[in-house]
């Protein structure tokens, strides 16, 4: 089953090739880190003895979500090397610069010569998979070279969840090779025990993202707070193709019906549809700022396009309120524990499958809004805006979930160190 397995990715990835030689050579992705993802070792990755903690985040949403466990992880294992691997490009920029790690690295294709040859340069004692990445060659090679491997702030997702129903029969085996799942819900844990898990390995440990610290504010905030002259100010956050429109939609909604214009800070999920939101921006006649290309203007502008990478957490904290993208347009919804942090009220669409919990957490507190249109998300902005103490009790609600979820971190570093105390095959 694993040979089909190879088999099968091997034709995949032969299949989609020209995609990504196209994309590797229009964006610069992709191509810069293929010799690393087939298992080419970095000097600083290699280490001299086993016992290393190898921790894997696959973009910058897990690696900022594992940054509060690295922490407990070093005050649990002081002696041991911590080293991060990521998938994607912005993942190990965000890595290198903001975790406390001793070497960034790439994790590799599900090659098991790939996966070999790396595994055999780190010599993990433990390998920590943030989220639910099953990649069944990594795993079973990981659990073949003697490695502890735990899954921690895992997830199911309705998409993954039905997807990887349909492969439970092999699914059950790749699964056996983990040692402790520590999932985010109870609904979570149950999913992964129907997919074939082993029910004494997986356990609720909370979501890690309710954990991480307020980040920097950016240098900007100061002048795009003045900038607004009191007005109000939309983040709009992680937005998808087509939710601009229906967000700059809302937005005239919003005039219509007498409420206070917000200066909107928008900023698109993907680096490459910068310049398409600029260009839909200028054609609807508004004036707008690049972040990239700073430079206060004279006049107040109806918006910034947050054009830069890392800066999105930072600038929830000049928001009267946030919009969640990729929730108006079937994408699933992105972070709302962001904004929340700041004590911002927070607005999203019906689209929330990847966050539903957290999202339902905040409904129930009154620290979030959802609306199913365009026009509802106007009418809404235009309430919200000119009543400044129900935007402050609604970020106060939302502050407080926060408060009260928090402590992932250590429920898992604490599983991860009793995992590693047991001989193998013993519940953590």
Not at 29 to 42: D, F, I
Not at 202 to 208: D, K, Q, Y
Not at 355 to 374: D, I, T
Request: net charge positive.
């Amino acid at each position: 089953m694993y040979f089909l397995y190879s088999l099968m990715l091997g034709a995949a990835l032969l299949l989609a090739s020209p995609y990504f030689l196209l994309r590797g050579l229009r964006q610069n992705k992709y191509l810069h880190n293929l010799r690393a993802r087939l298992g080419r070792v970095p000097p600083t990755v290699r280490q001299s003895s086993p016992g290393a903690l190898w921790v894997h985040a696959v973009s910058v949403g897990e690696a900022l979500a594992v940054a509060p466990l690295l922490r407990e992880l070093r005050a649990c294992f002081p002696g041991c090397k911590l080293l991060v691997s990521t998938t994607t490009r912005t993942g190990q920029e965000v890595a290198a610069r903001r975790l406390d790690a001793d070497a960034t690295f790439y994790f590799p294709l599900d090659f098991a010569f790939a996966c070999r040859r790396l595994l055999a340069a780190v010599r993990p004692a433990l390998v920590v998979i943030a989220e639910t990445e099953m990649w069944p060659n990594f795993l079973r090679e990981a659990r073949r070279q003697g490695a502890r491997i735990v899954f921690v702030n895992g997830r199911l997702s309705d998409r993954s969840f039905h997807r990887y129903r349909l492969f439970r029969f092999f699914l059950r085996r790749v699964l056996a090779h983990v040692d402790l799942f520590l999932m985010q819900t109870e609904e979570d844990a149950r999913r992964l025990r129907e997919l074939g898990a082993p029910a004494a390995r997986v356990a609720v440990g909370g979501n890690l993202k309710f954990d991480l610290p307020e980040p920097a504010r950016p240098a900007f905030l100061d002048e795009l707070e003045s900038l607004a002259y009191g007005s109000p100010i939309l983040v709009a956050g992680s937005t998808l193709a087509a939710e601009e429109e229906k967000l700059l939609d809302a937005l005239e909604m919003c005039r219509q019906v007498g409420g206070r214009p917000p200066l909107l800070v928008l900023a698109p999920r993907h680096p490459e549809r910068f310049d398409d939101v600029a260009r839909l921006l200028a054609s609807r006649s508004l004036e707008f700022v690049r972040r990239s290309q700073w430079a206060r203007p004279n006049g107040r502008p109806a918006a910034v396009l947050l054009d830069t990478l890392g800066e999105l957490a930072g600038t929830y904290a000049a928001a009267t309120v946030a919009f969640i993208g990729g929730s108006l347009v079937a994408g699933g919804g992105h972070n709302p524990i962001e904004p929340a942090l700041w004590g911002k009220p927070v607005i999203f669409g019906p689209s929330m499958e990847n966050f539903r919990a957290v999202a339902e957490r905040l409904l129930e507190a009154r620290g979030a809004f959802q609306v199913n249109s365009s026009d509802e998300l106007g009418i809404l902005l235009a309430a919200l805006l000119d009543d400044p103490a129900a935007c402050r009790r609604a970020g106060e609600a939302a502050r407080a979930v926060i408060e009260r979820e928090r402590g992932a971190a250590a429920r898992s570093a604490a599983r991860i160190a009793a995992l590693m105390n047991s001989p193998p095959g013993a519940a953590a």
